[in-house]
């Protein structure tokens, strides 16, 4: 019988009405045929060859080891580094992308127009010859820094950055803008440090969780976050998740769900951050290590003295014990409450400024905006407060949707100093990883004066806290704008900008516009099918890679990773490609000073580097307990596979601000906020970078107050079993089968607008931008009970969009959604992260 | 037609034919059928199993190592189930021309009620097969007893219900699994009450003082106008009435109520 | 001692990780037992490969509904009703527990799917067969676990000789009782009803959750449990007819006999006149 979907199955029902009759019935005994016992097949379990090799089927490098039988992949299982280790569904079904008849498996050159499709196969020779002619004639034209390298998923790990730095271009530009760094920008501002994945909240021994807009079970990351996430589940952990929709990978069971309406987190968490200043639920002990005692001109919100000459800065405070004002270093008693006159000014303390505009609020007004309500906003703060210390605020990682996204991360940070959880047993506490020597060769520094975003950040003034590395939808406004100068070619090392970046055709034009486009990748992408040259790098399972560490676990892990099998399907070792590259870009002394190493020798020599940098140098971010346990030699570590240690007891964690304090008053962002306003008059979103709290709505909002019938926001999520628009799991037909059960390529709205709108599910719809009209996507309907009112809920990675590349993939889904692919570049004040989701769509049934 | 008949006509020749075809039918039907429905006749399964078992398990022709027993009873249970579809096939194709010529005599069926309906005439109709098959007394009634036709639209139920519910199962993935679940139930159901009918009707059937409809059944469908008009008293009223064949002097009843 | 598989619906992310090692792993048997290399096996669909499937289903009406998958998967009961009902005899149980169907007995008369409660086997249109999970009995045997198991990454599946898993399972639920204030169940631990029995692969759920995740309370195919009685009823019906029948065919015989012997004695005295 069919299971129905909504609701408890027919089936349950017809059981119950005939119940006691049929268990009256199963009395009667049936005769049991005689099955003949099978045999257990030769199954040789337990006697493959087990490879170490750190899965990339997404780019978290969980430590696995391959099965391998007869020269080839038969399974990828989780190598258990420590308690917290585990591989996810993707990594199982690895060697379904290995062994992919998709794959690229000639290197290619286009002959139809870009993104078109369309090209010949070429031999390795000319293409590397073409390759190498074009970066030469840049580098001899003295034009080096017009070459764009974009490095994620790459085949040449770490060695790529360094020939490009030799090579002479600063533009190595990663893909942060459009991922993590108003997470990470946000942790740099407040604490001093921080980036993805800097923290791991202690789920496994907290007493309360509150997690806005994030997933830890949706993008999965199996190996630390996921592992620990799940042991905290496994305790019972209470939590309360605010998401636009149900988020089931987190909260199956029994989590509190808050919806909220895209893009207004920000109002949420003003409102906790209200009643937790109203109710005095701040934590008195922490107060001394924030800045919070400063005292401010509340005209120019900037520190009446910040001493930046003396390391740390010092600044000006009220001491109440001496009744006079002083450096905060040399006070007793500093003040948080109050006003005082100084030099003629009424100034007061950071907190008391903080306070007011905190308790001044109108939860109503926020409430209104988020469509949380009220009662829920104080009966979180009231529960954070009462698990205390054993509480946390979800940091996650990836929070670059909205504009007001940077806000709302603050106030996360602000949630967590100041309510005592962070660096605490239960809270919120640092990850941990092993510090490696650097490469066997000392490559030269480079010259950053020439970077595009750095010139971006000094001349810009939207990007008053951008990152001269996290930039790459940057540069494609430079692409567009000339500013400082247009780049002449984009080596794609294994990012996909046209997926991946919100702007549509401001992405796709300024991929057609660049002079040149090299791509070295295994797999076709929306980025790889504009290339002029594809050459087939092979996989993680057909290559060794140098160690990695940066794991998000709380455990410190040296992830290593070894060739499983032969390159297949006609790729090459991304090492060997780069130095045919290089060999032919570089002179001859270069050559042979850098790269002739590699060539001959392999990756031993990085390893053997590695290693004795966390052995010997003293700087590895070991114990020398913990360093009691590692393997004693490389052979060992190479043979043992990844190694792990076990969970240390947690540490109060330090600010590494200027200040040397937890900057919950940030004096940079205050500092630019008065930049801002001297240097920029005209720019209109100053208030983006207020040091106090801020009622802030999202562009969409500030765009559209009012949905009309057929509008809807968008929000998305990571399917646990995709990996962004990676055609390793797009077009996986292991996973494929499984994304079709779960409807994963569909968008769902809430079942009372798709009434209003005579949609009913599995209906072809259409999706636009109203400034766009002509820029539709299709995608198949699902009506959903779990999603907000206002929004479109799409999985991201696994829709056609608007490109071709699916021609290219047998079993990717020929519809669904890219959020990136409409619109234009659309970027967050400040940080200048990508806002893919800050938009309001249209939607029409086709047929 | 003939004014003075020797015999009348009992069974038309489509009916002796469909019959005695059906007959056949029903003997692959039940003896392939058995075992998928209990695993106490897997005999019957592993019976038809035997040629392939000869090429495969006692003297190895299509496996070298021989055949587990399950195998021999596996292979036999697919031939089974092969046979039993195409049975299935000749039987409904045997069946639609029998349907629809019956059909288009639909109002003469002497298996009606004949001219008093409810369950004293029921009652009455039941006290005469005592009469009947118990005291051996003679009973006035049409060309069938109620037994007959209350067994008759059975069987016309019965057979069609595992008629419908067998095109299900062989066609299954056309239809949702609760009708398939429903569709075994039924095709059970209708055989067990087949089965045990069935036996009552071979019973009945070979019983010697049925046998001038036996032979009107397996020869050329004729009972003799006098067994008629003796035993089947009302059945020769009606014909006699209808027909205006002219009735010979009544002969003694050799046995009378 | 028999070997349980548990499964943790509390901690579960959804991550369907089992399902994917669970249809690879099924590629990986296809080249050790059918000769199909793993790089064809692993370029098609094989849906007959899933032996464990996600079930969406929403729960309630917005803004109080709930999204969860429930968890298709064999129980390997006690009472496996596949295995006794398999005209073919192809489905045996593992020495530890393991209900296992024989591909090379399979008929593909499908009726193990039409008696499963739980509607867990699947008729493979390609090769004709029914299939279900065979609890990684050639891994268990060999001293790992299945490979669902091994693939969850939140621990939410573990396995093991029952003692021990049945230990972490009352732990667990001891937790989530006292933290979450809702009563948790360990379904398929106790008999669940007559027709299924205890369960090889039990699952933790709140037991108002349970109908959601499918651990039905009254475990059943109504239809083929009323088949099984009109097996026993036609047996019990076959044999009265014959026993009424061999009785009237005496009491028949005996009259007759008496009949002929009047007639006898009818001819005998009318032949005498």
Known sequence: MKREEKGISRRSFLKASSAAGITALSAIPSSQAHAAPLRVPGAEYGREKKVPVMCQMCAQFCPANACVKDGKVIRLEPSPVHEYSGTCGRSRAAAAALYSTDRITTPLIRTGERGEGKFRQASWEEALDLIGQKLKKLRDDGEPEKVILFSRFSSAMVWDLKFFELFGTPNIVSYGDTCFEVVGRSSQTILGFGSAGTHSSDYENADYGLIVGKNLGGAIIPHGWGAQFGKGLRHGLPLTVVDPRHPNEMAQSYAEWLPIRPGTDLSFLLGVLHFVFRKEYINKDVLPKTNLDALIDPKTLLPVHLDKAVKPNDYLVFDTATQSFVMSRAAAAPAYEGSYEYNGVTVQPAMALMKKSLVDLDPQKLSATCTIPVSRMESVADKLHAAAPKAFVEIGYRWTRHTTDFRAQICVHTLNILLGLYGHEGGVLLNRNVHFGGLPVEFPKPDMSKSILKWKIDNQAERWLASAVEGRAGIIQTVLDGKPYKPKMFFLWGQDIVAGTAGGKDVTDAFKSVESIIAVSPFWSDSVIYADIIVPGCTFLEQDQPFFSYYKSLIPVIGVSRKAVEPVMGSRDGYWILCQIAKRVLTGDEYNRYFLQLEKEGMRPTWESQFAGVTEHGNSGLTPEELSTLPRTLDDLLEHGSWGTRRSVPSPIPPKTATGKFEVYSFELALKFDMLGATYPDYADRIFASPLPVILEPRWMLQKPKLGDDEFVPATGFTPLSSFAGAQARDNPILVALHHRMRYANVFINEERALRLGLIEGDLVEIWMQEHPDEKQQAVLSVSQIIHPDVLFSYHGLGKGLQKTTEKMQYARKNGLNLNHFGRLRFSPGVCGHTPQDIVLKIRKVS | MNEHPETIVAFTQLQRSYHNHVLHYMIFFIITGLPLLSTSFSFIGSFFAIPYDFLGGAYPVLSASGLTDNERLSAGLQVARVIHRITALLFVVHTIPFVVVQLIHVRSWAIWPEDSWGPAALFRGIKGLWVNYVCFGHVRIGKFNVGQKLFAWTMILAVTAITLSGFVLMFRDQFSEGVQEFSRFVHAASFVTIGVFLIVHLYLALLPMNRPSLYAMFRDGGLPTDYVRSHHALWYENLTRKKGIDPKPAEKAEHSV | ?273
């Open chain 3, 1 to 273: 001692m028999r070997y349980l598989n548990m499964y943790d619906s509390i901690s579960c992310l959804n991550c369907l990780a089992c399902m994917s090692a669970c249809s690879m792993e099924n590629r990986m048997r296809l080249e050790r037992d059918a000769g199909v290399s793993i790089e064809r096996g692993v370029n098609e669909y094989l849906p007959g490969s899933y032996y464990l499937r996600p079930w969406r289903r929403e729960v309630g009406k917005y803004p109080d509904s709930r999204f969860l998958v429930a968890f298709e998967h064999c129980r390997h009961c006690e009472n496996a009703q596949c295995l006794i009902h398999c005209p073919a005899g192809a489905i045996e149980r593992r020495p530890m527990g393991q209900v296992v169907i024989n591909p090379s007995a399979c008929i593909g008369c499908r009726t193990c799917r039409d008696v499963c409660p739980f509607d867990i086997p699947i008729y493979d249109n390609q090769t004709g067969k029914a299939r279900k999970c065979i609890g990684c009995y050639d891994r268990v045997e060999s001293g790992m676990q299945p490979a669902c198991v091994t693939a969850c990454p939140s621990r939410a599946l573990i396995s093991g000789p029952e003692d021990i898993v049945l230990a972490e399972g009352e732990d667990r639920i001891a937790i989530y009782s006292k933290r979450l204030g809702r009563d948790y169940i360990i379904y398929g631990k106790d008999k669940i009803n007559r027709v299924v029995g205890r369960l090889g692969w039990v699952s933790i759920a709140a037991r108002e959750d349970a109908e959601y995740y499918d651990l039905f309370a009254r475990p059943a195919k109504a239809t083929m449990i009323a088949r099984d009685g009109l097996k026993m009823g036609g047996a019990v019906g076959a044999a009265c007819v014959v026993a009424g029948a061999a009785l009237h065919g005496l009491y028949l015989f005996a009259k007759r006999k008496d009949q002929v012997k009047a007639d006898e004695h009818d001819t005998k005295e009318n032949a005498d006149e």
